[in-house]
Every structure is written in structure tokens, then in C-alpha cells.
């Protein structure tokens, strides 16, 4: 057996959803939903490292991008090592280092691949033995989307997002992901959801149903029928908090992307492109036209959050 590591790094990518349904909210203000989560090539990493004294837990971060997170105790990541420390009784501390890469607070899950990276890092660094699945149950008490970044890949969440199911997706899509700049705060959102749906005729389903269609898209690779199924249903919610993102994605299909969503609660929108240069393309068409806009191409990726360094 090889000795217990000192240092460990791995990293967990942020997700779009290709599809939000919404539903009614539970007594503690969370939504049911049917979405398609899609990991996305644009990664948190989390160095975990044995502290000097023992026992002690601190972060430090490196961001890669605009925007400020805490370091206290409010912290994703801090939050998911003391919950794993608490749920198997370990007494060891850490000293975690994130490498930021996913836009912050907007509405691609960084907050909660950070917490899942330092489950799976902490995990392997403490010697606690638990499975993948534990990982998981243990992150959807951190937030809803961490079992998602723990998971990977494509796949179909029901419940809050929680209950995850593994879809087939066999193509890799190429997205041009596109922060706004500024931050949406997803309660917020989910708020103004609730307020648009009290004054709309049809309420919200209290079950929302997965799009049947768009995981048969995915299945069969066919791009062109993946962008057609492309839906958020916070779109409104999102547009009513910053309207300019209405012209932004407007801006992003007449400049050639395939199709152009809000991702989650927002405001990173998320255009689906053929492939890099295509990608590279509409972004320069959109700077040429718009001036400086933070854009990146990912590509969909079929990992998880995984070691990658251990020591
Ligand atoms: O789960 P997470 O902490 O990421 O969620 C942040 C907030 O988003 C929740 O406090 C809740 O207001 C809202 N939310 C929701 N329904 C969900 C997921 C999140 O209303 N299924």
C-alpha cells in the first residue's frame, strides 16, 4: 500500500444546464426541478495540503477570474471539509488552495465544484475511505449542484438537482462561455421566478418533466438537434434582473452561434458552437461589435471532480 499522501490536488468542473424546468418551491424555499447538467472543460482546482499544525484548517485562493469570494466560514469548500471531518470523525486539518477558473456567482456551479474537489482531495488526503456515492449524498447537503460537479459528465437531475442519473451524450459539444461581468444572486432569481409565476396564468408544475427530447438529442450526437432543444426556465427571471442579457444573447445567435441560453440562474450565458475555431469566430464577430466582453471556448468534458496530483 503506498504511504498516506501530504499533498493532494483535483480539480471539478463548473456545469451549464442545456435544460432548467422549474417547479414549485418545498417549505424551505427549494424548487423542484428536471434539468440536463453538462460538465464543462473549465476547472476548479483544489490543492489540499496536510497543515503544520495539526488539526488547523485555512484557504487561501488564486482567482482567474473577476470577482470576489469569501474566505470564511461561508465558504463551499471550508463547509464541505468540515462536514466531511465531522461525518467520518477525522481529527486532521488541512490547508486548502483554490485555483479559480469558473466565473463567480454566475450560474455555472463554481462555488460548488470547489466544494467538490475538496471532498474528493480531502477524501484521498485523510485516508476517510468514502466511496463516490458517499461524496455525493455528502455534497447535496452543501448545495444542490455539488453532486453534480462531484458526478461529471451529462446527466439528468431531478428532485432539487440532486438526484442525478447518468445521460448518454456520446459527442463532445464545444461551448463559448460569455460573463457579463457583475453577479446574479441565484435565491434572488429563483425569487423572481416565484414572482413571475404568481402572476402568470399557469403555475409551475409541482413535478417538472425532463426534456424527453433533448436527452434523445444528446444521445444521438446530433448537434444541430441538441441546440434546438437548448431551454432555461429562469430565463425570464434572469432577463428581469439584468435586461441587458437579452441582447447579449441575441448578439451571440445573430453572430453564429447554433443556439444561446442563460446558464442556470445566470448571468453566463452559454452559446452552443460547431467546434473551436467556430467558437473563436462568433467571439471575435461579438468583441468586434460589443467591445470587451470576457468570453472562453470549453469543451464538454465526461469528468467529474478527480484527483490529479497526489504526493
Ligand atoms: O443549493 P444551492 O445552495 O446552490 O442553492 C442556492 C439557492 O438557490 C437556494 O438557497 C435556493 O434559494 C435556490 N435554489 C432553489 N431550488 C433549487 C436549488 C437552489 O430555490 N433546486
Redesign the pocket.
Given at each position: 500500500m503506498s504511504p498516506a499522501p501530504r499533498r493532494v490536488v483535483a480539480t471539478a468542473p463548473g456545469k451549464i444546464n442545456l435544460s432548467l424546468r422549474v417547479g414549485g418551491?418545498d417549505h424551505r424555499?427549494?424548487?423542484a426541478?428536471a434539468t440536463v447538467f453538462q460538465a464543462v472543460d473549465l476547472l476548479e482546482t483544489v490543492e489540499a495540503r496536510l497543515p503544520e499544525q495539526p488539526g488547523s484548517l485555512a484557504l487561501t485562493i488564486d482567482s482567474r477570474v473577476r470577482g470576489h469570494v469569501p474566505v470564511d466560514s461561508t465558504n463551499l469548500a471550508l463547509r464541505a471539509a468540515e462536514l466531511l471531518r465531522s461525518e467520518t470523525g477525522t481529527q486532521h486539518g488541512a490547508h486548502l488552495h483554490i485555483t479559480k477558473q469558473v466565473p463567480i456567482a454566475g450560474g455555472m456551479g463554481g462555488g460548488?465544484a470547489d466544494a467538490a474537489a475538496a471532498l474528493v482531495a480531502l477524501n484521498h488526503l485523510w485516508q476517510t475511505g468514502l466511496s463516490p456515492q458517499e461524496l455525493m449524498l455528502l455534497g447535496s447537503r452543501l448545495?444542490?449542484?455539488v453532486p453534480f460537479a462531484v458526478l461529471g459528465g451529462t446527466a439528468l437531475g431531478t428532485g432539487?438537482?440532486d438526484q442525478l442519473t447518468p445521460a448518454p451524450a456520446p459527442a463532445t459539444l464545444t461551448w463559448l462561455l460569455c460573463a457579463p461581468g457583475g453577479h446574479l444572486s441565484?435565491?434572488e432569481v429563483?425569487r423572481v421566478f416565484d414572482e413571475l409565476a404568481a402572476s402568470s396564468s399557469a403555475p409551475p408544475p409541482v413535478t417538472p418533466q425532463p426534456d424527453h427530447e433533448q436527452l434523445r438529442a444528446l444521445a444521438t450526437g446530433d448537434v444541430e438537434a441538441i441546440a434546438g432543444t437548448l431551454a432555461n426556465e429562469l430565463h425570464h427571471a434572469a432577463v428581469h434582473q439584468r435586461p441587458d442579457l437579452q441582447d447579449l444573447l441575441d448578439a451571440l445567435r445573430e453572430r453564429g452561434a447554433l443556439a444561446a441560453i442563460v446558464s442556470g440562474s445566470g448571468p453566463t450565458l452559454a452559446a452552443l458552437v460547431h467546434d473551436d475555431e467556430h467558437g473563436h469566430q462568433v467571439s471575435e464577430r461579438l468583441r468586434a461589435d460589443l467591445g470587451d466582453l470576457d468570453c472562453v471556448v470549453a469543451p464538454s468534458t465526461p469528468h467529474g471532480a478527480r484527483i490529479i496530483e497526489a504526493a
Amino acid at each position: 500500500m503506498s504511504p498516506a499522501p501530504r499533498r493532494v490536488v483535483a480539480t471539478a468542473p463548473g456545469k451549464i444546464n442545456l435544460s432548467l424546468r422549474v417547479g414549485g418551491a418545498d417549505h424551505r424555499g427549494y424548487h423542484a426541478l428536471a434539468t440536463v447538467f453538462q460538465a464543462v472543460d473549465l476547472l476548479e482546482t483544489v490543492e489540499a495540503r496536510l497543515p503544520e499544525q495539526p488539526g488547523s484548517l485555512a484557504l487561501t485562493i488564486d482567482s482567474r477570474v473577476r470577482g470576489h469570494v469569501p474566505v470564511d466560514s461561508t465558504n463551499l469548500a471550508l463547509r464541505a471539509a468540515e462536514l466531511l471531518r465531522s461525518e467520518t470523525g477525522t481529527q486532521h486539518g488541512a490547508h486548502l488552495h483554490i485555483t479559480k477558473q469558473v466565473p463567480i456567482a454566475g450560474g455555472m456551479g463554481g462555488g460548488s465544484a470547489d466544494a467538490a474537489a475538496a471532498l474528493v482531495a480531502l477524501n484521498h488526503l485523510w485516508q476517510t475511505g468514502l466511496s463516490p456515492q458517499e461524496l455525493m449524498l455528502l455534497g447535496s447537503r452543501l448545495g444542490a449542484d455539488v453532486p453534480f460537479a462531484v458526478l461529471g459528465g451529462t446527466a439528468l437531475g431531478t428532485g432539487n438537482g440532486d438526484q442525478l442519473t447518468p445521460a448518454p451524450a456520446p459527442a463532445t459539444l464545444t461551448w463559448l462561455l460569455c460573463a457579463p461581468g457583475g453577479h446574479l444572486s441565484t435565491p434572488e432569481v429563483f425569487r423572481v421566478f416565484d414572482e413571475l409565476a404568481a402572476s402568470s396564468s399557469a403555475p409551475p408544475p409541482v413535478t417538472p418533466q425532463p426534456d424527453h427530447e433533448q436527452l434523445r438529442a444528446l444521445a444521438t450526437g446530433d448537434v444541430e438537434a441538441i441546440a434546438g432543444t437548448l431551454a432555461n426556465e429562469l430565463h425570464h427571471a434572469a432577463v428581469h434582473q439584468r435586461p441587458d442579457l437579452q441582447d447579449l444573447l441575441d448578439a451571440l445567435r445573430e453572430r453564429g452561434a447554433l443556439a444561446a441560453i442563460v446558464s442556470g440562474s445566470g448571468p453566463t450565458l452559454a452559446a452552443l458552437v460547431h467546434d473551436d475555431e467556430h467558437g473563436h469566430q462568433v467571439s471575435e464577430r461579438l468583441r468586434a461589435d460589443l467591445g470587451d466582453l470576457d468570453c472562453v471556448v470549453a469543451p464538454s468534458t465526461p469528468h467529474g471532480a478527480r484527483i490529479i496530483e497526489a504526493a
